[in-house]
């Protein structure tokens, strides 16, 4: 070997080593701020939806109060820079030149615990996906030889924070390679790979319990038809979900004074929350209820009309908290729409049928097919859903209602909230 070989190959393992520190590091912090931000958020949205079941005066005052912190915290604190979400991770992504600044990481750390736990109709994983992309890009800033892997050190950050989220290591890459990367190189592989390794190994260590503690026994052929049905309704409300986050973006772009965004959102929060107490939040409490009681539901008036309610109001009260000011995205809102969706189709069908199809099943198919449609990445969605319930029973089911879905949507509707430009369209 001559020298000049020798020493490229020095290079080359020497670039290799830094590669794999800063990964572990990034592994590290992001899973750290994801743990941190769910617990946090876990802990005070209980209590204070404990105090709006008690006092439904609160029904007023967190959503105005919530808006209007975010606000002042982003005038004041956060450079006046209105927090585009993903989109964000996308433009840095796709540029040599730009760079995610730091201070994301407690803007949309802050912002997103604080519009979670005021009421806001939508959920952390967001924030937390900005966020720990933030911590991959400012990693690749400190020495020129990882500029090259920017969107490998990027994603790194992403499939972390998205495996201390929902203990899932493969939902995690598969999130930063359907979304953000869209393409495999070795860097991915290396990065990714020791980033969720680290995020797991402290979800571990810190005896992370699955968000969903679901007994699944078993699914019947019969019930094929009626997936390929919840499929399609998925696809329909996932649609409905993005037509809605779009439409209330861009009228609320039209309002110039920022406090009459937060007025006009707190009032629809509030009067949508005092009616379906169900969209407070993430809705985890919601979805975690109604598993605990899937097999004593019979489908009432009353009962059907609660359903179709929440599935007709939580992708506009998901708009309008994120037109308003609110931090967050679709990742919580869809995983609702699916659980009431494959809930009501069970009941319908139990009820008026007499299928026997098992409520559970449906729901949590019906979690995977509505994500999988929203943000058109059907493995992430399965992988997800799985491991939010560490259970696997439902894979096969799962990944054809997962594609049924996003063909369903992409037919009705190419685009998604995060690849929709209004360029495209003209």
């Known amino acids: 070997m001559n020298k000049t070989a020798k020493i490229k190959k020095n290079h080359q393992f020497i670039v290799l080593q830094k590669l794999i520190i800063v990964s572990v590091l990034i592994g590290f912090l992001s899973a750290f701020l994801g743990i941190s931000l769910k617990k946090i958020t876990e802990y005070y949205e209980e209590i204070f939806f404990h105090e709006v079941s008690v006092n439904p005066i609160f029904y007023v005052i967190f959503p105005a109060f919530g808006l209007s912190v975010i606000y002042f915290l982003r005038q004041y604190l956060f450079k006046k820079k209105e927090n585009k979400g993903i989109k964000e991770v996308f433009e840095s992504t796709k540029s040599t030149s730009k760079n995610l600044p730091s201070y994301k990481i407690p803007s949309h750390f802050i912002n997103g615990l604080l519009t979670v736990v005021f009421g806001g109709s939508t959920g952390i994983e967001v924030s937390t996906v900005v966020a720990t992309a933030t911590i991959g890009s400012v990693a690749q800033q400190k020495e020129n030889v990882f500029r090259k892997y920017k969107t490998e050190l990027i994603c790194a950050g992403v499939a972390a924070g998205v495996t201390a989220l929902f203990s899932s290591p493969i939902a995690g890459i598969l999130f930063a390679l359907e979304v953000i990367s869209r393409k495999v190189t070795r860097a991915f592989i290396i990065s990714n790979i020791i980033a969720v390794s680290v995020a797991f190994g402290l979800l571990t ?170 943000i058109h990445a059907p493995f992430t969605a399965i992988f997800l859903v799985c491991g939010l319930t560490n259970d696997y029973t439902l894979f096969l089911p799962i990944l054809a209602v997962c594609l049924i879905s996003k063909y369903t949507a992409k037919m009705i509707y190419p685009y998604t909230v995060y690849s929709y430009a209004p360029s495209l369209t003209k």
């Open 205 to 374: 260590i810190l005896k992370e319990e699955p968000l969903f503690a679901v007994s699944i026994t078993t699914w019947h052929l019969k019930a094929i038809p009626y997936f390929i049905l919840l499929g399609i309704l998925a696809g329909l409300n996932s649609v409905y979900l993005t037509r809605c986050v779009l439409f209330f973006k861009s009228q609320f772009g039209k309002i110039d004074t920022h406090y009459y965004k937060i007025l006009i959102g707190s009032v629809v929060l509030s009067v949508s929350l005092f009616i379906f107490p169900q969209l407070y939040g993430e809705g985890y409490h919601a979805i975690k209820g109604i598993f605990s009681n899937t097999a004593e539901i019979p489908l009432t008036l009353t009962l059907a009309f609660t359903f179709v309610g929440v599935l007709l109001l939580k992708p506009i009260v998901t708009s309008i908290t994120l037109a308003s000011g609110g931090d967050g995205g679709v990742f919580a809102p869809s995983l609702f729409i699916g659980a009431f969706l494959g809930l009501l189709l069970a009941s319908v069908l139990n009820t008026f049928f007499q299928v026997h199809v098992l409520p559970v099943n449906f729901m949590i198919i019906g979690m995977a097919a509505v994500l999988s449609a929203s």
